[in-house]
């Protein structure tokens, strides 16, 4: 099995900063691509970075603010989020799209629990 474990965040004001991490762990064999995604309330899953063989791309609402980073060796993820707005506010999921040591065919997405993020006054 594969476990996506996501951590850093919470409560931050208007203009503040936090910096989510993700750690994927289990029978992986080849990591294909990792990123981030969001849920707000009443709005659909969107994708908010994700980063594939050096290659970053952003949603348009957080370029320029957010940055992905993505260390190969340990399996993780960050994404740095600077001047954090209201419409911020969302679930944000870690995202891998990986081969296990068990089906190496092919890649599956594999998902974390989800860690919420409220940017408030």
């Known amino acids: 099995q594969v476990q996506l474990v996501e951590s850093g965040g919470g409560l931050v004001q208007p203009g503040g900063s936090l910096r989510l991490s993700c750690a994927a762990s289990?029978?992986?064999?080849?990591?294909?691509?990792m990123g981030w995604y969001r849920q707000a309330p009443g709005k659909e899953r969107e994708l908010v970075a994700s980063?594939?063989?050096?290659?970053?791309n952003y949603a348009d609402s957080v370029r320029g603010r957010f940055t992905i980073s993505r260390d190969n060796a340990k399996n993780t993820v960050d994404l740095q989020m600077n001047n954090l707005k209201p419409e911020d506010t969302a679930v944000y999921y870690c995202?891998?799209?990986?081969?296990?040591?068990?089906?190496?065919?092919?890649?599956?997405?594999?998902w974390g629990q989800g860690t919420q993020v409220t940017v408030s006054s």
């Open positions: 995202n891998a799209n990986l081969k296990t040591y068990w089906n190496t065919r092919r890649f599956y997405d594999y």
């Open positions: 289990g029978s992986i064999f080849s990591i294909n691509a």
């Open positions: 980063i594939s063989g050096g290659i970053t």
